[in-house]
């Protein structure tokens, strides 16, 4: 069983910063790409940024140079520091991941953590 539990989110002003976390804990061989998404109210969820397990960097047009995607694979976490806040990035934030278990290679997410950016 693979859990991920996102921490960080929270209110924050236009222009401000948060950063996110997404703890991956259970038995697993390896976890592969991690990345986020985003879903905002009346939204279909959408990809925010990725990450590969050596590193490489992927982000969506609407938040690059904005955010900042980074893992620690010896703590099997994935962040997302997120500066120049604004309304529209205003979601709950999922963490995903591919992991390889014994018992085959599956996508897993956490729960969600809320993102409010409000004046």
């Known amino acids: 069983q693979v859990q991920l539990v996102e921490s960080g989110g929270g209110l924050v002003q236009p222009g401000g910063s948060l950063r996110l976390s997404c703890a991956a804990s259970g038995t697993m061989f390896r976890i592969n790409a991690m990345g986020w998404y985003r879903q905002a109210p009346g939204k279909q969820r959408e990809w925010v940024a990725a990450?590969?397990?050596?590193?490489?960097?992927n982000y969506a047009d609407s938040v690059k140079g904005r955010f900042t995607i980074s893992r620690d694979n010896s703590k099997n976490t994935v962040y997302l520091q997120m500066n120049s806040l604004k309304p529209e990035d205003t979601a709950v934030y999922y963490c995903?991941?591919?992991?390889?278990?014994?018992?085959?290679?599956?996508?897993?997410w956490g729960q969600g953590t809320q993102v409010t950016v409000s004046s």
């Open positions: 990450i590969t397990s050596s590193g490489t960097t």
């Open positions: 995903n991941a591919g992991v390889a278990t014994a018992r085959g290679r599956f996508d897993y």
